[in-house]
């Protein structure tokens, strides 16, 4: 490198250390720090605002889900006790094996035994018919 050269390269270094040492003094300047803590404050307030507004979300979601399924479970048990107990208790007054022919009797029991076995899946009275 050329000595010619280094008057110029000494007085871009120093353009660049006054550069620098103007940056050092913002960021340590009471104004930088109090917008840094502001802004920090500010990012802070919006996320407990954010957790708030969805902790809210989730509570208000869980209860109506838990309403949901009580009414969804008070009308399957209204349906078994009103519609599908009289019915099945309509089917096992029709048991007459009696009434069946020898080759179907094996099919007409076994069509039996199933609808036993779901009056009793259902929890109607009268299920060791």
Known sequence: MPESDLPRQAEALRADVRALADLVGKLASRSTVAE???Q???RMR???FAL???TVFGV???GYLVWT???VSAVQERTSNEVLCPLYEVFLRQYHPE???PERLAEYEAAFVVIRKSYGVLGCEGAER
Do not use: D, Y
Request: no cysteine; proline share 0%.
């Open 40 to 42: 920090t404050v500010h």
């Open 46 to 48: 919006r996320l407990v």
């Open 36 to 38: 840094l803590a502001a």
């Open 69 to 71: 399924n009580a009414r």
């Open 52 to 54: 708030t507004a969805l």
């Open 99 to 101: 009434l069946q022919s």
């Open 60 to 62: 208000a979601l869980t």
